[in-house]
């Protein structure tokens, strides 16, 4: 990201034409230095401008996607050091490794298993996104029907791991439509490994024993034609992986090393003897900059938190978790069933909503979008504002599902009730508790 807006700005054809959806060039080059505007949305720029962009505005951790389907993603892409200074983009992909020598029913039912482990969060599901299959007897055939089976039968995206480029030509053949990683190239098969990835189109990972030795390895293959790398430094100790994290991002970001400029992964698996013990040092790994980190299985009781310090280490600091503006059933609320409303700060939403589920008294939620804020900073903001909630009311779309007109507000925003009532005429306007603790008495109480 070196270009200021400025910079950026003398490169544009400055004819304010608002076709990239701002009214000025110096608006859209504004957006495009603080990574808001994707270049392409300007037509105009020249090709001499756009490859000048292009290069000063690419992230200095290049992006890398791997996989397809609902559990596609994709690592890198990363422009800070520290989470404040801005965000981190891209969550580090979490994977389970299966041997290829295991059984067809044992797969199946480790596949089952894990495509079971999903949790809503948030309005979010989160869930692991792939499977490392590691080929341990060198037999193409098992390998390529395993990766076969992987890719087609589960939602599960591939890490194909093998150092025999002909073991990973036939999977890479079977599952191409998945996009799998090819792991990994080293310094006996960079030359088998970077043309397999350069015929697939597959991205592909790198090993050394060493940062120096991923720095010739990744310029070798940069010189093939090769753009999607990961990187392995090869440590598999934990101070050590742990320092090659944070020196390959801080070389990247600001020496603008370009050798060491793409994603890494790690392997937890291979660091300890227990998933317990792989766990920590993968929630080490995914708040130090591991673009992958592949665990040895995936277990509720490991997989859980992970997917939590995940979402909240790359969610975005400066913009508050939100929920979507709606109606929300809790339980099977009927005509009778309260209704209550409250702010789309995703917090206050999943705490309101576990109190009323808690309740057990069926329910209809209604969450009104106020950009984020909770009740108290929304109704100080004047985003919470009698006449607001209740025209929000009105045209949310509950008076059709209800046969009574009573709305329960929270407590907070006990001071709301009489602009309320004149927005909404003949409802009636109920003051909840303050506190959401007593939701679940408050709610038993009226029924
Ligand atoms: Fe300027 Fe291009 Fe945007 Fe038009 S589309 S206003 S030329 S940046």
Redesign the pocket.
């Known amino acids: 990201m070196g270009l200021t807006g400025i910079q950026i700005f003398k490169m ?14 110096l ?3 504004m957006n495009l230095a603080s990574g808001k505007a994707e270049l392409d ?5 020249s090709d001499d401008a756009r490859e000048q962009l292009a290069e000063a505005s690419a992230p200095p951790i290049r992006p890398v996607a791997i996989g397809a389907g609902v559990r596609a993603f994709k690592v890198g892409g990363e422009t800070v050091m520290y989470r404040h200074e801005k965000t981190f983009y891209n969550p580090t992909g979490l994977g389970a490794m299966i041997a290829s020598d295991i059984a067809s029913e044992a797969l199946d039912k480790k596949l089952k298993e894990w495509n079971a482990l999903q949790y809503e969060r948030v309005g979010l599901n989160l869930r692991p996104e792939f499977v490392a299959l590691k080929d341990v007897n060198g037999d193409n055939n098992t390998f390529t029907a395993l990766a076969k089976k992987i890719a087609e039968e589960s939602e599960f995206n591939l890490v194909l791991m093998s150092d025999k480029a002909e073991v990973l030509k036939g999977a890479a053949g079977a599952c191409a439509f998945k996009k799998p990683l090819l792991y990994a190239a080293t310094a006996d098969n960079a030359e088998e490994m970077g043309t397999l990835s350069k015929e697939t189109g597959l991205p592909l990972a790198v090993k050394a024993d060493s940062i120096d030795d991923l720095i010739g390895l990744s310029d070798k293959l940069t010189g093939m034609g090769l753009k999607d790398l990961v990187l392995d430094s090869g440590s598999r100790e934990i101070k050590q992986v742990f320092e090659d994290q944070v020196a390959m991002r801080r070389a990247a970001l600001k020496a603008g090393n370009k050798s060491l400029g793409f994603p890494t992964i790690s392997f937890p698996c291979e660091m300890a003897g227990n998933l317990d013990m792989e766990t920590v040092i993968a929630s080490l790994l995914i708040a130090k900059y591991a673009g992958i980190v592949v665990l040895s299985d995936f277990k509720g009781e490991s997989l859980f938190p992970l997917l939590v310090e995940r979402l909240n280490i790359f969610t975005d600091p400066q913009r508050p978790m939100t929920v979507t503006e709606g109606i929300y059933e809790i339980g099977t609320p009927d005509e009778n069933s309260p209704v209550l409303v409250t702010t789309n700060f995703s917090l206050t939403y999943f705490i309101v909503s576990g109190e009323i589920e808690g309740s057990r008294v069926p329910s209809w939620l209604l969450i009104m979008d106020t950009e984020g804020l909770s009740v108290m900073t929304a109704w100080a903001a004047g985003k919470f504002s009698g006449d607001i909630v209740g025209m929000f009311v009105k045209k949310c779309g509950i008076a059709d599902k209800i046969a009574h007109k009573k709305i329960i507000i929270p407590g907070y925003a006990a001071a709301i009730s009489g602009e309320m009532e004149e927005e909404l005429g003949d409802w009636e306007i109920l003051i909840g508790p303050r506190d959401a603790s007593l939701i679940p008495k408050f709610l038993k109480d009226m029924a």
């Open positions: 544009l054809p400055k004819t304010n034409c608002g076709e990239c959806g701002v009214p000025t060039c608006a859209f080059a949305a300007c037509p105009y720029v």
